[in-house]
């Protein structure tokens, strides 16, 4: 079925406002460009009890208000991705953005409606001790961030994002997330100093 988030020539268009800024979990896209979505925040929620992270937080996208702008990448990619997509974010709901929700850094041909992903509304709350922030998953967003808005993105993203009361489990010495990246020791002490800026709490499972 199409949505006015495919255009007519088999491309669909999406945003990414976490791990999906990093191009090293995406497939190769037809054009990836900085992006800003508007009327929302991220936050850091559970995703479900039994997952890929094993019971641990995931990013998700909460209506805010209109002031509100998450920035992030718009994405173009062939329609026969859209089922990989779709699997990947299989613990959230696909959601269409009309156009005005929706605008590039740069000048660009606007796509129009864009599709962006929310988690489920069963598994909507935040996490605990139990059910973690993953210091990989973290990593992960945020190597991407520095690599595509420098560091006054990853600030950025640390401002707009709820959820850093959660507790961060540390597992960067081995990884839990299923996309985890290996960042330079540069890249690590800025994910560090972010993550005590914003006074996050840190603990490692025994």
């Known amino acids: 079925m199409r949505t006015e988030a ?54 998700t996208i909460r209506p805010a208000g209109p002031d509100s702008v998450v920035h ?7 329609r026969v991705s859209l089922p990989t997509l779709d699997r990947r974010e299989r613990h959230y709901d696909r959601l269409t953005v009309a156009a005005d929700g929706v605008a590039p850094d740069a000048p660009h041909d606007h796509p129009g409606a864009v599709y962006v992903y929310r988690v489920k509304r069963a598994h909507d709350r935040f996490g605990s001790r139990r059910f973690p922030v993953l210091l990989s998953y973290v990593d992960c ?3 991407g961030y520095l690599k595509v808005f420098g560091e006054a993105g990853v600030a950025d993203f640390m401002a707009t994002t ?5 507790p961060v489990l540390d597992d960067r010495a081995a990884p839990l997330y299923p996309r985890a990246q290996t960042l330079s020791p540069a890249e690590q002490v800025l994910v560090d100093d972010a993550l005590a800026t914003a006074g996050a709490t840190r603990f490692k499972r025994r």
């Open 6 to 59: 495919d255009a007519e020539d088999g491309v669909f268009h999406y945003f990414g406002y976490g791990s999906l800024v990093n191009a090293a979990t995406r497939p190769q896209s037809h054009v990836v460009i900085p992006a800003r979505l508007f009327g929302y925040r991220r936050a850091w929620r559970v995703s479900t009890r039994r997952s890929l992270l094993a019971g641990a937080c995931s990013l």
């Open 72 to 78: 992030g990448v718009l994405a173009s990619e062939n």
């Open 141 to 143: 967003v945020l190597q």
């Open 162 to 166: 709820d959820g850093w009361h959660v």
